[in-house]
Nanobody, 134 residues
């Protein structure tokens, strides 16, 4: 059974940094692209489409693609030793408060905005909450 598990969420002060990890099981990173998404707390029951795509990484040469809103502050990377895909976040702001999800889909084509669309992804984790107080 394929599973994605996020970790690393928590409370961080404005301007601080946090690294989230996405650990996969039953799903080979050799074939899957991994993306990070987020959703405003309390809206987890809303449609999947309401999740904001942040960053993605392919399965081939670790090419990455970012949403404009985070590309200068967030970094996605693959940690082969731990079999995780991490999202390093810096200069965090109150508006970054959200439930963060990782997701996966068999990689085809090339990286681009399509990989930041929730409907592209076939597997999802259950999310980890990041809180940045105002």
């Amino acid at each position: 059974q394929s599973q994605l598990v996020e970790s690393g969420g928590g409370l961080v002060q404005p301007g601080g940094s946090l690294t989230l990890s996405c650990e996969t099981s039953g799903l080979s990173l050799k074939y899957y692209a991994i993306g990070w998404f987020r959703q405003t707390p309390g809206k987890e029951r809303e449609a999947l489409a309401s999740r904001e795509g942040l960053a993605c990484i392919d399965n081939d040469d670790d090419s990455t693609y970012y949403a404009d809103s985070v590309k200068d502050r967030f970094t996605i990377s693959r940690n082969s030793a731990k079999n995780t895909v991490d999202l390093q976040m810096k200069s965090l702001r109150p508006e970054d408060t959200a439930v963060y999800y990782c997701a996966a889909a068999v990689f085809r084509g090339s990286l681009g905005s399509r990989w930041l669309r929730p409907r592209t992804m076939s597997h999802w984790g259950t999310g980890t909450l990041v809180t940045v107080p105002s």
